[in-house]
């Protein structure tokens, strides 16, 4: 979670000793700021494997951004803090004020900071055994176990 998929582009890690505290299963997480509103379904596999389907809207001046991007990443969580690094990202759809900008350099601008701002650290706090805020720095990321 990182970029302004950053939500998605999320993070995640391998399952520490608690049950409680493990982040392996399907997540739908979100993370709302003033430029933009991310809502993700992200899974972390137990081999390390981070799959997340992101759909953004930011709001600007005179236009309505809309993007649905795909982001898979490998990924670490250790003593509270989860890392990860880009494997691959794509824009499923990418629109301006309704119209396809799914070729647009704007686009490819997104999948590209996918990929370049994925790789950090997040501290990773768990309220409960299905519930769980990821702090990247910046606005929060609070995230419900699906399954």
Not at 53 to 71: C, H
Not at 76 to 98: P, Q, Y
Request: charged share 20%; aromatic share 6%.
């Amino acid at each position: 979670m990182k970029a302004a998929i950053t939500a998605c582009a999320l993070i995640c890690a391998t399952a520490s000793a608690s049950a409680a505290q493990s982040l392996i299963g399907t997540w739908t997480c979100a993370r709302d700021t003033a430029q933009s509103t991310a809502l993700s379904n992200v899974t972390f596999d137990a081999n390390g494997r981070l799959n997340a389907l992101v759909n953004i809207t930011f709001l600007g001046v005179d236009q309505e951004v809309f993007a649905q991007a795909r982001y898979r990443s490998d990924y670490v969580f250790e003593a509270g803090t989860l890392s990860d690094t880009a494997v691959g990202a794509s824009i499923n759809a990418f629109t301006i004020n309704g119209k396809d900008a799914r070729k647009s350099d704007h686009a490819e601008r997104l999948r590209m900071s996918l990929l370049e701002g994925a790789e950090g650290t997040a501290k990773v706090q768990f309220t409960s055994e299905n519930y769980m805020v990821i702090s990247p720095g910046g606005a929060p990321i609070n995230c419900v176990r699906m399954e």
